[in-house]
């Protein structure tokens, strides 16, 4: 193991080193001579005197240097039977003309453009376009319904906003533009000019602030690179908070640039030439990190996957992309594996491709369960690695990093802590507690590049959600243990942030929307454990003294109204009416208490329990399986 702690130890002992060595890997239009400014504690900032621009590094860079024909991205549909390769070149080409779009429409250094669109080429595009010119942009995920778009919308106060006619979920074709002129209508910011790519699956009728992407791009100028300071914001990227509206994510150019180009190599093994597939969205900072920015950041070939893992049309579809385009690297979600499980156990559908190229198989956005792990690994005969990051972080805090050295893996473990985080894992007091037992994973600031260095707008409820709970240390959320090798294990979430099938989703806002209902009193929506997903939710509601109504009309009203103003993606398939919730004397809902019942653990009754009756009463509502399967 010596590799790797010597290189753990540099990173420790010398970051300023360390991470200006890693810095020179990236064109620069002005290198920087400092790594590190922390002269506004706790808001560090990476390379305050560099100068760059991610796309030039991306993209251009790859052409400058006579690889303007290898392929920079391949776009997959299964569910259009379309594939399209876009060589460096190509996308340079494409990335340069919208960008001169953009132009066109007012947007310079320092505007925000929100990205609503499918797994389309486009959305590449649009982000690498934005990048170009300076711009901020902000990705929402095409599941989020008007409600949650408005809010995105208000906060980021975008001068455009970039979407399409439709998206395709399976056999289904979804109309974007009514989500979008409904989000538009909600919001009190309103965007100058939607821009929307017109899909042959279903065309939209453009209204007077609408303009159609080819038409734009059609007329517009190439625009150049435009380099910015490296602690300008890249993106902004949303993730569920706890309550009330989502935490703008700020992403900085130079650190993130700099991690990723990193990481590429020293987490995931690939290079130049090489090919990555990354089963996600670009809605989600797997898709921004590991889609576009951090393989085109290597000069790899990315792959742009719009479908499922399975139902397009079968369970083999991961096996046909990886080995179509000769995947040396595969990325998704344990969920994914547990579907193609689920349809296909004895995995008989890999022996219809040659597999022979593809070396590693990453899982995370959930904890790999030690089941799919080993299913995984006897199938594939390749390492299988489980890693641990969030949306915050931006690239992986803790994995196995096969590009420096490979560590025995321990299923359950996403492995140690890779070069510049200084995990710990803390009691509630803040001490450091013993090997094995568990407590709050934190990380010791400052935090290394690539994190974000602070909210949109919101310096103080960066300080408040994650660095207030201990002084000197990032609240990760989540709990667990390190073991007396250093392996890190993540076992949940310490708010109510759950994770359903890699989406980190808030209970709080599910709770939020169910209280809008007119015949509910309260309400709590637990995150209960789930074969396929990892977790899904369950709403529980007390309804109003005098509602007649039929429980079953409520609860079919509750799903719809969730799925309205959060999104399908939140998955909540299932609302009980019941007579009562369990609290504590001082009117805390135990939700801790209902989720570990309906996990089917032996859940202690805490003493504190105002009435233990209405705890054996939701003994069987909680313990009944989810139903359809979900």
């Not at 990048?131 to 975008?158: C, K, M, Q, T, Y």
């Not at 007329?219 to 993106?235: G, K, N, Q, R, S």
């Not at 509630?428 to 600031?445: E, F, K, M, T, Y």
Request: charged share 20%; glycine share 10%; aromatic share 8%.
């Amino acid at each position: 193991m010596g590799r790797y702690e010597d290189v753990f130890r540099a990173a420790a002992e010398d970051p300023e080193t360390f991470w200006l060595r890693a810095a020179q890997a990236v064109d620069w239009e002005a290198a920087p001579t400092r790594a590190l400014d922390s002269s506004r504690a706790p808001f560090h900032r990476w390379y305050p005197d560099g100068r760059l621009n991610v796309c030039f590094n991306a993209v251009d860079r790859h052409v400058e240097a006579g690889r303007g024909e290898q392929p920079a991205l391949v776009y997959d549909s299964p569910v259009t039977g379309t594939r399209r390769t876009y060589t460096y070149a190509r996308l340079r080409d494409e990335v340069a003309a919208f960008a001169g779009a953009l132009t066109g429409l007012g947007v310079s250094h320092g505007d925000r453009v929100v990205i609503y669109l499918p797994m389309i080429p486009e959305a590449a595009v649009a982000m690498l376009a934005c990048a170009r010119i300076g711009a901020i942009h902000s990705v929402v995920f095409g599941g989020f319904a008007p409600p949650e778009l408005a809010v995105r919308i208000d906060d980021a106060a975008p001068k455009v906003v970039v979407s399409a006619s439709c998206g395709i979920e399976g056999k289904r074709v979804i109309p974007y533009k009514p989500l979008l002129d409904q989000a538009i209508e909600l919001a009190a910011h309103r965007p100058e000019k939607r821009v929307i790519v017109q899909r042959p699956q279903e065309r939209a009728e453009l209204g007077p602030d609408d303009l159609d992407w080819a038409d734009l791009v059609a007329t517009a100028p190439a625009a150049p690179c435009v380099p910015v300071a490296a602690t300008d914001p890249l993106y902004i990227l949303y993730t569920s908070g706890t309550t009330g509206k989502p935490k703008g994510v700020v992403r900085d150019c130079g650190g993130y640039a700099v991690a990723l180009l990193w990481s590429m190599g020293a987490v995931y093994d690939i290079g130049p030439g090489e090919t990555m597939f990354t089963g996600s969205d670009v809605g989600w900072v797997v898709g921004h990190s590991y889609i576009v920015y951090g393989p085109l950041l290597a000069g790899a070939t990315t792959v742009l996957y719009e479908g499922k893992p399975v139902g397009t049309p079968d369970a083999g579809q991961f096996w046909r992309v990886a080995a179509e385009y000769g995947v040396k690297t595969m990325f998704t979600a344990p969920t994914a594996f547990r579907a193609i499980r689920k349809e296909d156990p004895k995995g008989t559908l890999t022996a219809g491709y040659d597999l022979s190229r593809l070396r590693y198989l990453f899982l995370a956005g959930e904890r790999l369960d030690p089941e799919t792990y080993h299913w995984a690994s006897a199938l594939l005969d390749i390492p299988v690695i489980d890693h641990w990051w969030q949306t915050e972080t931006g690239w992986p805090i803790v994995a196995n990093p096969v590009g420096i050295e490979a560590a025995p893996v321990k299923p359950g473990s996403p492995t140690r802590p890779l070069p510049g985080w200084d995990v710990r894992v803390l009691d509630p007091s803040g001490q450091p507690v013993p090997p094995g037992v568990d407590g709050a994973i934190v990380v010791r600031l400052p935090l290394p590049p690539g994190a974000l260095p602070t909210l949109w707008n919101d310096d103080a409820r960066f300080v408040a959600s994650y660095l207030s709970a201990y002084d000197g240390y990032y609240l990760t959320g989540d709990s667990g243990h390190i073991d007396e090798d250093g392996y890190v294990y993540v076992m949940g979430r310490t708010d109510d942030v759950i994770n359903v099938a890699g989406h980190r989703l808030s209970t709080g806002s599910m709770e939020e929307v169910l209280a809008t209902h007119p015949d509910v009193a309260e309400c709590a929506v637990i995150g209960v454990a789930d074969a396929l997903k990892g977790q899904v939710p369950r709403g529980l509601v007390v309804l109003k003294a005098g509602t007649a109504r039929e429980p079953a009309e409520v609860e079919a009203e509750l799903v719809r109204l969730v799925r309205t103003r959060i999104g399908a993606v939140a998955s909540l398939k299932e609302v009980a009416v019941v007579p009562a919730l369990p609290k504590t004397r001082s009117g805390k809902i135990l939700r801790k208490t209902m989720r570990g019942i309906a996990d089917g653990l032996d859940e202690p009754i805490p003493s504190t329990v105002d009435d233990p009756n209405v705890i054996e009463t939701l003994r069987p509502v909680l313990r009944r399986p989810e139903r359809d399967g979900s």
